[in-house]
């Protein structure tokens, strides 16, 4: 018996983590397209797809990309999202979110993209990863982010003045 209540424990506390880290990913997903307002790409207008990178295969993340971007455009263009499996792999994007369990290749996507006009966007616990021009962390039980805008600016992109206010 008690390993019964044990055991329905343990998967009711698996089910609710499951279930956290969903609703985190759908408002990373929106917090990601409300980037794409928020932020002005030099030569936009020269492309023929706004194209948003996730570093991984088969992430949760890209399903809710996918899920909440549905018809939505980012200045007239159509947005595409990829998958990239590794830094080498990394083709034309304007935004690329890297998971948690892929800051170990930052250093390499930090090289691989240069000085690309590439809004960089990570998650990570703790502290903001350097490379990174958005982190999004969990603090208090909400999801928040935090900016460098010296980065942004290295990379010629222009962050509104909203964005910058609403970070940490």
């Not at 990373?28 to 996730?54: C, D, H, M």
């Not at 159509?78 to 979110?97: D, M, Q, R, T, W």
């Not at 980065?151 to 909203?162: E, K, M, Y």
Request: charged share 20%; glycine share 8%.
């Amino acid at each position: 018996m008690k390993r019964s209540i044990t055991s329905l424990f343990v998967a009711f506390a698996l089910l609710v983590s499951i279930s956290a880290n969903a609703q985190i990913e759908k408002h990373q997903a929106t917090f990601i397209y409300n980037f794409t307002r928020l932020v002005q790409w030099p030569e936009l207008y020269k492309e023929s797809s706004f194209v948003i990178g996730v570093m991984g295969s088969n992430q949760a993340i890209t399903r809710e990309l996918k899920e909440g971007m549905g018809e939505r455009t980012v200045a007239g263009k159509n947005i595409e999202i990829v998958e990239y499996s590794s830094p080498a792999e990394l083709g034309k994007c304007h935004l690329l979110f890297i998971p948690n369990r892929y800051l170990g290749q930052l250093d390499k996507v930090v090289d691989a993209i240069g000085k690309n006009p590439v809004l960089l966007v990570t998650e990570n616990q703790g502290r903001h990863p350097g490379g990174s021009a958005i982190n999004f962390a969990v603090e208090d039980g909400k999801l928040g982010i935090t900016l460098d805008e010296e980065i942004t600016q290295n990379r010629n992109l222009l962050v509104s003045r909203q964005l910058a206010n609403f970070s940490r």
